[in-house]
């Protein structure tokens, strides 16, 4: 079929972490689920083309990834491999617990406190969210080999550690969710961020999967305010998707973007999320503020309604939380709102972001309103070269190229 690589690349994206999650919880081993996952789309590639794509993918990759599994285990003599294949044939499947779904259980084993935030976030876009090597290197701005290692690691801790897969226990849950939803908010970005040319093919399909199982992850910890604090900044942030970048490629920015494409139906969700947040009156983390600062955003017809006020008030809970720079960059940039650009630099000036893009390109703002030309310039120019893709590449050299000339 002239069609089968396309097909093989959209069931690739749709059923890559429901194959792998399957096959470790069956077989008790992430390394040789993500060895006869890949062998099983490596097949699919070579017969597809022939024999046509089968009716259920998913299913036809599932089976051909359990037979290549016991192929594996009967080549190997050892008698622990051949008790495992004994039990994978026979053996009913174990309970899923208090939630239905592979993939979570993936999610918080490979969110395990046994291993390093870094290889939490690492291991999970890899064998959840399905980003290669190279892919999720580039999110870490680290070298491919070196992302490699780092997840092969991880890997090995959990073999070592005889890390359990599965759901931890109710009263656990609470200590082991904030790992678990810094690993959820960092594959909704990684698909968000990737729809900008210079970052490859869309990944909707990422933001999609981190919103479903932001979600299941909210049937499990109803009453958990930050778990749904994240599930209300994923809806309101992705209701702006169409919005943000141009037919020609470049970033929209907030105050640019037409308004009229953003998804009334996720704003909504997302605003209704952060008025239960507020009415139960429990101290916001994070999530739920940085949800509650695009609630206002979201909320204005128009940029000039936006409620500065709020904003401003709502990053000093956030900066009270987590005084970072970057915190207060943001912060800065609601400050120059409500008190103008002056107020704003001067605090921005302080900040030591020197390497920070989204720094300099403040900084080239603030001083363009205050008219001094050539310092603007300058630091678009330092924005520019920082840039992380071609689209805030496209509307920073607009902005620098707009500048009154010398």
Same mark, same amino acid.
């Given at each position: ?118 290889? @939490?976030?690492?291991?999970? *876009?890899?064998?959840?969210? %399905?980003? &290669?090597? $190279?892919?999720? !290197?580039?999110?870490? +701005?680290? =070298? ?70 932001? @979600?299941?992850?909210?049937? *499990?910890?109803?009453?958990? %305010?930050? &778990?749904? $604090?994240?599930? !209300?900044?994923?809806? +309101?942030? =992705? ?6 970048v141009s037919a020609d490629g470049e970033l929209v920015t907030l105050d640019e973007q037409d308004r009229g494409l953003w998804d009334r139906r996720r704003i909504a969700e997302g605003h209704a999320l952060v008025r239960a947040l507020v009415a139960a009156g429990r101290p916001p983390g994070r999530y739920q503020i940085l949800a509650a600062v695009n609630a206002v955003h979201t909320d204005a017809a128009d940029v000039r309604q936006t409620d500065w006020s709020q904003v401003v008030v709502l990053y000093d809970q956030l900066t009270r939380l987590d005084p970072s720079p970057i915190v207060r960059l943001n912060r800065a940039i609601a400050v120059a709102e409500l008190d103008g650009p002056q107020v704003a630099l001067a605090q921005v000036d302080g900040l030591p972001l020197e390497g920070y893009r989204a720094f300099h390109a403040t900084r ?43």
């Open positions: 079929m002239t069609d089968a690589g396309a097909v093989i690349t959209r069931v690739h994206r749709e059923e890559w972490a429901r194959l792998v999650a399957t096959l470790a919880r069956r077989l008790g081993d992430l390394d040789v689920a993500e060895e006869m996952a890949a062998e099983a789309f490596a097949s699919a590639v070579r017969r597809w083309p022939v024999d046509g794509v089968p009716p259920n993918p998913g299913a036809w990759l599932t089976t051909t990834a359990y037979r290549r599994a016991v192929d594996r285990l009967r080549r190997e003599a050892r008698r622990e491999e051949k008790h495992r294949e004994a039990l994978m044939l026979f053996h009913p499947a174990e309970p899923l617990g208090a939630v239905d779904d592979d993939r979570l259980r993936l999610i918080f084993t490979c969110c395990h406190p046994a291993l390093s935030m870094e290889a @939490r976030v690492a291991l999970t *876009l890899r064998m959840v969210g %399905g980003l &290669t090597v $190279g892919e999720i !290197a580039r999110a870490f +701005l680290v =070298e491919e080999a070196t992302m490699g290692r780092r997840i092969t690691r991880a890997k090995a801790k959990i073999r070592a550690a005889r890390i359990p897969y599965g759901v931890p226990l109710r009263e656990d849950l609470p200590a082991r969710v904030t790992g678990v939803l810094a690993v959820l908010y960092l594959i909704f970005n990684e698909g968000y961020l990737a729809s900008d040319p210079g970052r490859g093919p869309i990944r909707a399909e990422l933001t999609a999967e981190a919103i479903r199982l932001t @979600r299941l992850v909210r049937a *499990l910890l109803p009453a958990d %305010g930050e &778990t749904a $604090g994240l599930l !209300a900044l994923m809806l +309101l942030t =992705e209701a702006r998707r169409e919005a943000r080239a703002e603030l001083l363009r309103r205050l008219g001094r030309v050539e310092e603007s310039r300058a630091a678009y120019d330092r924005a520019v070269g920082s840039a992380g893709n071609a689209a805030e590449t496209a509307y920073l050299v607009r902005r620098r190229d707009q500048l009154a000339g010398p």
